[in-house]
């Protein structure tokens, strides 16, 4: 199984600064097809997970621009430009480039 | 606009049995994979199974491989998670997904609670 590894466990941040989390795989996400099936969703307290990024670095339909995805192989970073109070909530990597699918523990953003 | 919602979570003993249910609106159900996702209380995310969208193919966890069986039916636009044996660890709030963008899972339902107790 592919092992999702998330950096930092918690992220303390101010208002309007930038924040970034890490996501390591234990092998290449690169799938036979060429593409790289790495996404990024939010979980809000209380609520279902969101869908963010999907293949490394494409915005999901309704996201904000301050939220961007980058990165290639096994290592991968999820950045919001600047934090907002509504960002509150834990991000998840996933794999789908395997199964079984896998994701990251999971980091929580809360403010400072 | 998308819409799965999730039905049959309830108590139930160990070694019991429970269905649930997912009822998609808002696109063609049958063109798309659909996976469930369970979340234990304050825990993180984790995949249970996938069907394809004729609902040919389906992989499984290997924590619920052998109880578990997920199948669909595209006249009702109805996905579901047929549960056997059930165990402590099973407990969990239970999310359906649609298989989106670049395999991504796309929006979510709310979720059904599966509660597993004596």
């Known amino acids: 199984d592919i092992v999702m590894t998330q950096t930092p466990l918690s992220s303390p941040v101010t208002l309007g600064q930038p924040a970034s989390i890490s996501c390591r795989s234990s092998?290449?996400?690169?799938?036979?097809?060429?593409?790289?099936?790495l996404s990024w969703l939010q979980q809000r307290p209380g609520q279902p997970p969101r869908l963010l990024i999907y293949?490394?670095?494409n915005r999901f339909s309704g996201v904000p621009d301050r939220f961007s995805g980058s990165g290639a192989g096994t290592d991968f970073t999820l950045k919001i430009s600047r934090v907002e109070a509504e960002d509150v909530g834990v991000y998840y990597c996933m794999q789908a480039t395997q199964f079984p699918l896998t994701f990251g523990g999971g980091t929580k953003v809360e403010i400072k | 606009e998308v819409q799965l919602l999730e039905s049959g979570g309830g108590l139930v003993q160990p070694g019991g049995s429970l269905r649930l249910s997912c009822a998609a609106s808002g696109f063609t159900f049958s063109s798309y994979a659909m996976s469930w996702v369970r979340q234990p209380p304050g825990k993180g995310l984790e995949w249970v199974s996938v069907?394809?969208?004729?609902?040919?193919?389906?992989y499984y966890a290997d924590s619920v491989k052998g109880r578990f069986t997920i199948s669909r039916d595209n006249s009702k636009n109805t996905l579901y998670l047929l549960m056997n044996s059930l165990r402590a660890e099973d407990t969990a709030l239970y999310y359906c997904?649609?298989?989106?963008?670049?395999?991504?899972?796309?929006?979510w339902g709310q979720g059904t609670l599966v509660t597993v107790s004596s």
């Open positions: 092998q290449s996400l690169v799938h036979s097809d060429g593409n790289t099936y």
């Open positions: 293949k490394i670095s």
């Open positions: 997904a649609k298989h989106d963008l670049g395999k991504a899972f796309g929006p």
């Open positions: 069907i394809g969208g004729s609902g040919s193919g389906t």
